[in-house]
């Protein structure tokens, strides 16, 4: 259950960054920005927070996070031929990042992913 919770707190945070930032600001379509959101949220909490968090740290994951939502982002909407993306997409990644590093605090405090560095 507390999975559950977790995923849909960080699909809503997501899709509303991806949302505001490239549907409003640089005028993707909504559906390719809800699209751009789900992939990103699906990929970030199986790799980010199930792989990575629970055997580097909140720092590494962030990192790797941020940067897997700018790549995401970028080709996902450059293939679908938005042209003038890159910048939108580190900005999204950006903003992603600095919800992401919150957002593995709570998961470590609430004990919804393990901490596997501090396990004996």
């Known amino acids: 259950m507390n999975h559950l ?14 949302w505001i930032v490239m549907s ?16 990103t949220t699906a990929a970030l909490y199986l790799m980010g927070d199930m792989l990575v968090l629970r055997k580097f740290g909140n720092i590494v994951a962030t990192i ?3 940067g897997t939502a700018f790549l995401i982002l ?13 910048l939108w997409s580190f900005i999204s990644a950006a903003l992603i990042g ?3 590093y919150w957002f593995h605090q709570w998961l470590l405090r609430a004990h919804i992913i393990p901490d596997e560095r501090r396990m004996p």
């Open 24 to 39: 409003l600001l640089a005028d993707v379509a909504t559906r390719d920005s809800i699209i751009a959101g789900l992939i």
């Open 74 to 86: 970028w080709l996902y909407l450059s293939s679908m031929d938005y042209n003038d993306v890159l």
């Open 64 to 66: 790797v996070d941020a």
């Open 98 to 100: 600095v919800f992401e």
């Open 5 to 18: 919770k977790a995923i849909a707190v960080k699909t809503v945070v997501i899709l509303l960054i991806v």
